[in-house]
Each structure stands twice: as C-alpha cells, then as structure tokens.
C-alpha cells in the first residue's frame, strides 16, 4: 500500500523560510514523478513542482527562484525548500506521485497517490 506522509508546515512571517517533507512507503515502481501540490479553500488544487527519478525538476512560474524540490531517494524522502515566503503562498500543501512521466506534473486529475497535506500559513 503506497503511503504519503507530508510534515513541516507551520505559521512564518513574509520572507520566512519552511522545509516540507513527504515521507514515501510502499511505492512500487522505479520510475515516477512526484511533486507538491497546493490548494487554498474555493480554488483548484495548483501544481508547485514536480521532479522525476532522476531529479529533473519543474515548477510553477510563481515560485520559481524561491521554492526548491528535491529528493532523498535512500530515505524515501521528498522535500519542498519554500524561501522568500509570500502571504499569497498560504494554503494547504499536498505531496503527490504518478507513475509516469512529469509531462503531467502539474496535472492533479493524473495523480495515482496524494498525502493528506500539510497547512502552510504565512502572516504578513
């Protein structure tokens, strides 16, 4: 049974930095693409940034040059480096995987696995 397990949120001031982590169990395959996801209450779910087995990486154009995605793929482990905080960054953030290529890192509806998400609040 795959497992997706999101920690590290919490309350920053704009400017602040946070690291989130997705702990991965069970996952089958060796090939993927993995990213983090985000929604705020009344809106879509919006893809962040995806990366594959072999750390290639994307990310949406409002958090490129602030958040980094990365993997420890010993600890079975996905992170989020999230820096230069916004208030407009506030919102539940889902760790996600499919087993196929990230052509469709972005796309929530083709996600296999989700967490249950962790609350990113960020005060002005």
């Known amino acids: 049974q795959v497992k997706l397990v999101e920690s590290g949120g919490g309350l920053v001031q704009a400017g602040g930095s946070l690291r989130l982590s997705c702990a991965v169990s069970?996952?089958?395959?060796?090939?993927?693409?993995m990213g983090w996801f985000r929604q705020v209450p009344g809106k879509q779910r919006e893809g962040v940034a995806g990366i594959d087995e072999i750390g290639r990486s994307n990310y949406a154009d409002s958090v490129k040059g602030r958040f980094t995605i990365s993997q420890d793929s010993a600890k079975r482990t996905l992170y989020l480096q999230m820096n230069s905080l916004k208030p407009e960054d506030t919102a539940m953030y889902y760790c996600?995987?499919?087993?196929?290529?990230?052509?469709?890192?972005?796309?929530?509806?083709?996600?296999?696995?989700w967490g249950n998400g962790t609350l990113v609040s960020i005060s002005s």
């Open positions: 069970g996952y089958p395959y060796a090939s993927y693409c």
């Open positions: 996600a995987a499919i087993h196929w290529s990230c052509s469709l890192w972005d796309d929530a509806d083709a996600m296999d696995y």
